[in-house]
């Protein structure tokens, strides 16, 4: 059986500071998968770096929007 975490979502919008509190906060409050989080940030980097832009799931994503 899978576990509701893995495949909880979490958007964080921003960066810096208040992007890294956010993940903690996921992590430490939430529940949170660590490795997931820390995953998904350097599939993103390296999306940026080989296209110059953000992922389409971030690039298209609109408040409010159900999956």
Known sequence: MMDTLDMA???IVGGGIASLSAAVLL?????FHGANIRDKLIDHKRYI???GE??????????GATT
Do not use: S
């Open 9 to 11: 979502k979490a958007y």
């Open 27 to 31: 992590i430490r409050d939430a529940g």
């Open 54 to 63: 953000d992922m389409p799931e971030i690039r298209e994503w609109k408040w």
């Open 49 to 51: 770096r080989q296209y």
